[in-house]
């Protein structure tokens, strides 16, 4: 195994200096002032000219989980830049909104496709980034937004034509954005990871939203057996954190998982042309 599979386990230590916080600008909303988000990111640490960037976006209880920073430095050693985008606490909610996705979300999808597609621009904008190589991943309501994201006729209004992700990997997310409709079409090659023991964010769902996705265009689906939702997640606020309760649902670490993830994640951006 190569030791770069076992960098989202092992390499969390090293962050320190290697990324920069910063402000970047949600995408604006029709008749609103755009919200500035924090941000942090982490350059290609051997970037030669112009090279790739991945946009990452965090689950409901916000960007505190150590899973964030392990798939940034997985893919900095890939030669990616690596942009995380903090959706919550410049609209109020540092804690996270988990509580309120099943009465309606304090931040909602809209909210936070704006941000992923701020983030492109801001990549877009930089001369060492590679404007046609930009990926979306995001974590469970993250990996939701993801989709959301990447579904025609869901980008915000005013980005422009040519502005749209190479590709999403959606982690665990909640599939139900097409997972109801007749049929659905994203502009981008999709790659969904979730766990077949999910009881928060169906597999079942994923299944049925390849199902319904329109002929021709590529929407993957690899369901892990035997695995739970935020299974690559290790820490939370810095503390180690193992099998757990939380909102009824089952979270779960697995380190089995998570190097069979990076696997599939290597294919299918390898695949896509998508690898320096």
């Given at each position: 195994?190569?030791?770069?599979?076992?960098?989202?386990?092992c390499?969390?230590?090293?962050?320190?200096?290697?990324?920069?916080?910063?402000?970047?600008?949600?995408?604006?909303?029709?008749?609103?002032?755009?919200v500035?988000?924090?941000?942090?990111?982490?350059?290609?640490?051997?970037?030669?000219?112009?090279?790739?960037?991945?946009?990452?976006?965090?689950?409901?209880?916000?960007?505190?989980?150590?899973?964030?920073?392990?798939?940034?430095?997985?893919?900095?050693?890939?030669?990616?830049?690596?942009?995380?985008?903090?959706?919550?606490?410049?609209?109020?909610?540092?804690?996270?909104?988990?509580?309120?996705?099943?009465?309606?979300?304090?931040?909602?999808?809209?909210?936070?496709?704006?941000?992923?597609?701020?983030?492109l621009?801001?990549?877009?904008?930089?001369?060492?980034?590679?404007?046609?190589?930009?990926?979306l991943?995001?974590?469970?309501?993250?990996?939701?937004?993801?989709?959301?994201?990447?579904?025609?006729?869901?980008?915000?209004?005013?980005?422009?034509?040519?502005?749209?992700?190479?590709?999403?990997?959606?982690?665990?997310?909640?599939?139900g954005?097409?997972?109801?409709?007749?049929?659905f079409?994203t502009?981008?090659?999709?790659?969904?990871?979730?766990?077949?023991?999910?009881?928060?964010?169906?597999?079942?769902?994923?299944?049925?939203?390849?199902?319904?996705?329109?002929?021709?265009?590529?929407?993957?689906?690899?369901?892990?057996?035997?695995?739970?939702?935020?299974?690559?997640?290790t820490?939370?606020?810095?503390?180690?954190?193992?099998?757990?309760?939380?909102?009824?649902?089952?979270?779960?670490?697995?380190?089995?998982?998570?190097?069979?993830?990076?696997?599939?994640?290597?294919?299918?951006l390898?695949?896509?042309?998508?690898?320096?």
């Amino acid at each position: 195994m190569r030791l770069a599979k076992l960098l989202p386990l092992c390499l969390v230590v090293l962050l320190t200096g290697w990324t920069q916080t910063l402000k970047i600008e949600s995408w604006p909303a029709p008749f609103q002032d755009p919200v500035k988000v924090t941000a942090r990111f982490w350059p290609a640490p051997i970037a030669a000219g112009r090279a790739p960037a991945v946009v990452l976006q965090h689950g409901c209880g916000g960007w505190y989980g150590d899973n964030i920073d392990n798939w940034a430095l997985w893919f900095n050693a890939r030669g990616y830049h690596a942009l995380a985008i903090d959706s919550f606490e410049a609209r109020g909610h540092k804690d996270g909104i988990c509580a309120s996705l099943a009465t309606g979300a304090k931040v909602g999808l809209t909210a936070r496709t704006e941000d992923a597609y701020g983030g492109l621009a801001w990549l877009r904008a930089r001369d060492d980034v590679d404007p046609s190589k930009v990926v979306l991943m995001g974590f469970s309501n993250g990996g939701t937004t993801a989709l959301y994201a990447a579904t025609v006729g869901k980008v915000p209004r005013g980005v422009p034509e040519d502005a749209r992700f190479a590709a999403v990997i959606a982690m665990y997310p909640w599939c139900g954005v097409g997972a109801n409709a007749g049929s659905f079409e994203t502009n981008a090659p999709i790659q969904i990871v979730i766990g077949g023991l999910d009881d928060w964010t169906s597999p079942r769902l994923c299944d049925k939203s390849k199902e319904n996705q329109v002929p021709g265009l590529k929407f993957e689906v690899e369901t892990l057996p035997g695995v739970y939702h935020s299974f690559d997640m290790t820490a939370w606020r810095g503390q180690p954190v193992g099998a757990r309760s939380y909102l009824g649902h089952r979270l779960e670490p697995n380190a089995d998982a998570v190097v069979r993830t990076a696997e599939i994640i290597e294919a299918f951006l390898v695949g896509e042309g998508l690898l320096p």
